[in-house]
């Protein structure tokens, strides 16, 4: 009886140990994102070259479940859920789903038949 006790023990501590790292999953996208590169129906082209009046497209994540969204220099404040692969963003009256691929995160908006991708790495 006694060694069933400590192996049920070491059992119990192992998977309270495990379920204590899941909450670091959001490690890999904490921190500042700008805008790179940017997809008009098919066509990538480098960020910096579209012509945008120096308005900001940035993400900022933070470790609590909040975020900074600046798309078109429009600040906003909100919250965030990352999936692995998706990152859904709620703030204001809007929900946006981000794709998250090696590193990347990309951001489409389709508009009169039109797609548009922004993609996005962390700079810190």
């Known amino acids: 009886m006694r060694r069933f006790l400590s192996v ?3 059992c119990l501590t192992l998977l309270a140990f495990m379920a204590g790292c899941g909450s670091e999953k959001n490690t890999k996208l904490i921190g ?3 805008a ?7 066509e990538t082209i480098n960020f910096s070259d579209l012509d945008t009046n ?9 470790e609590d479940g909040s975020c900074r969204t600046v798309l078109g220099g429009v600040e906003n404040d909100g919250t965030y859920t ?5 990152v859904d963003i709620v703030y ?3 929900t946006e789903k981000l794709h998250y691929d090696r590193g990347v995160l ?3 908006f389709r508009y009169n038949h039109e797609t548009t991708a922004y ?4 700079v810190d």
């Open 32 to 34: 500042r994102w700008e």
């Open 8 to 10: 049920l023990w070491i």
């Open 119 to 122: 993609m996005f790495v962390r």
């Open 106 to 108: 990309t951001l489409t």
């Open 54 to 62: 120096n308005k900001e497209f940035s993400f900022e994540f933070r």
């Open 82 to 86: 990352f999936n692995e692969t998706t």
């Open 92 to 94: 204001g009256n809007k």
């Open 36 to 42: 790179t590169k940017v997809n008009l129906n098919g």
